[in-house]
């Protein structure tokens, strides 16, 4: 800065500088703070940044929970069965457990054209190697003819058959179609082995 | 600095216009709950269209607003059909309502449909009082209605969402509250004389209105050997001279097919709300000059 041709007459005033000082720790709490209110915030009333969610609803599923029903009654009860009795083997994306229960989802046996080898399936059980989708699987299923209605295993049949999440679009089945099957059966207390069960012609 | 600067401004323009160009720049009419064979929002009839010129130029929007806010909603439980197992229904109904008694409940059911069991409860509480009340053969609904002081005041039955100003240009939202809330005012007020004698002066149908009045979109004029079918009816103070009527001009008549079509009550996916009986779609009264048997000019209080 010394430019100043003249040695003899030295500047009396340096020119000020910038120093630095520590930034208060409060400031960074403070900051922080804000962040993770202003995060609450965001995540509250932000409807999940869903442009059709509008306030009061905060996510997509409660305003769905808001539209008018109608129609499919037996799938909203199917799934509520599912999730009491079904999931924890087949699991709630109905893709199974690899090499120990086998998937709903996208199954040959779940999407059959007539839902009859599946109603006997669920009212006595199945034992035995099952091939599913080319995969084989061996392991259990317990008889549900004393725990579920012949409602409930309708309802839980029409929401595994016709789940589009899970990419399946088969039909619906009634109370009435598993009544029927029940009667028939009424005598049988053993569990289904897989080759019998295909021996079951489906529609009956 | 110059980067922050950059930053903190770039970072606001993709929240505020890049984001909500993403979400709603593509909107396109759809989901019209109620009646599924019809798109909502439809476009408005060519004279409203005029008619929203008229309203952006006479500065409606510095008094009116075209929002409805809703804060909250709430659910109402409602019986529609008590089957035919009465005594089941009755004690379903102890379950759900345990402030009543049965000899009441029996009279109730027996009573006229829809009977309201539940009034202002969470949709928890709602949900669990049909799961009771329907495996006894009976039916019950679920009713959503939106909650929130705009509504209180009866502007709208629902919020104002984003769809319902699909086609409008500009979109006359407004912000000052110095008059009541439009965004409904055409299935509020659905008859067209009464904003034809409003325009003219709203000391008429309103007594404690600040409206100004807007004589000059009507034309007084000597009534000639019949008088004009489109003349205002009068009752009363405000009419003119004997042999004078008052006609509207078009300005008037557009003003008003855009004030009947602004209507803010179809049901769509984003505003669930259980109508009575199902909307009439949003499509506006365009007739300016006819009154509506028996309908009632006053305004909801």
């Known amino acids: ?204 | 600095m110059t980067i922050f600067l950059f930053f903190a401004l770039a970072l606001s323009w993709f929240g505020l216009v890049f984001e909500p160009q993403l979400q709603l720049g593509n909107a396109q009419p759809a989901t019209n709950v109620v009646n599924t064979a019809e798109l909502y929002p439809q476009r408005r009839p060519g004279l409203a269209k005029q008619g929203l010129e008229v309203y952006r130029s006479l500065g409606c929007a510095s008094c009116h607003s075209q929002q409805i806010g809703q804060t909250g909603r709430t659910y109402d439980v409602a019986l529609t059909d008590a089957g035919t197992n009465r005594a089941e229904v009755v004690r379903a109904l102890l379950r759900v309502m345990p402030e009543a008694t049965a000899v009441e409940l029996e009279k109730l059911v027996a009573g006229p449909m829809p009977l309201k069991v539940l009034k202002d409860v969470t949709r928890a509480v709602a949900d669990s009082a049909v799961e009771k009340l329907e495996p006894t053969g009976a039916k019950a609904v679920v009713k959503v209605i939106p909650t929130g002081p705009d509504i209180a005041h009866g502007w709208g039955k629902r919020r104002s969402v984003a769809e319902d100003f699909l086609f409008d240009q500009p979109v006359m939202l407004g912000s000052q509250r110095i008059g009541p809330d439009l965004a409904d005012v055409g299935s509020r007020l659905p008859v067209a004389e009464w904003h034809l004698l409003h325009l003219y002066n709203p000391k008429i149908v309103e007594k404690k209105s600040v409206m100004p009045p807007y004589r000059f979109l009507f034309e007084k004029r000597k009534t000639g050997r019949e008088p004009s079918p489109d003349a205002l009816r009068f009752t009363g103070e405000y009419a003119p001279e004997r042999d004078c009527e008052i006609v509207p001009t078009d300005q008037a008549k557009a003003l008003v097919a855009y004030l009947l079509s602004l209507r803010a009550d179809t049901v769509i996916f984003e505003t669930p709300v259980t109508v009575a009986v199902p909307a009439s779609t949003n499509a506006p009264a365009v007739s300016t000059n006819a009154p509506v048997a028996g309908a009632t000019n006053a305004p909801p209080k």
């Open chain 1, 1 to 204: 800065m010394n430019s100043d041709p003249n040695p003899s007459n030295p500047p009396q005033e340096i020119d000020p500088t910038a120093g630095s000082a520590r930034a208060p720790v409060w400031l960074f709490v403070l900051v922080a703070l804000l962040a993770f209110w202003g995060m609450g915030f965001l995540d509250n009333h932000g409807g999940g940044f869903d442009p059709l969610v509008y306030k009061p609803y905060k996510s997509r599923k409660e305003l769905e929970e808001d539209q008018p029903r109608s129609g499919n009654d037996a799938f909203r009860k199917g799934q509520k069965v599912f999730d009491a009795y079904c999931f924890l083997c087949h699991q709630a994306t109905g893709k199974g457990l690899p090499n120990q229960y086998p998937p709903l989802a996208g199954s040959d046996w779940v999407q059959a054209k007539d839902p009859g080898r599946l109603i006997r399936l669920v009212l006595d059980g199945i034992q035995g190697t099952i091939t599913v989708n080319g995969q084989q699987f061996n392991s259990a299923m317990p008889p549900w003819k004393e725990n579920l209605t012949d409602e409930d295993i309708a309802s839980v049949l029409t929401y595994i058959r016709g789940n589009q999440e899970w990419g399946n679009s088969a039909s619906q089945v009634t109370p009435d179609q598993v009544k029927a099957i029940r009667a028939k059966m009424a005598g049988r207390s053993t569990a289904w082995s897989p080759d019998e069960l295909l021996k079951v012609n489906e529609n009956e």
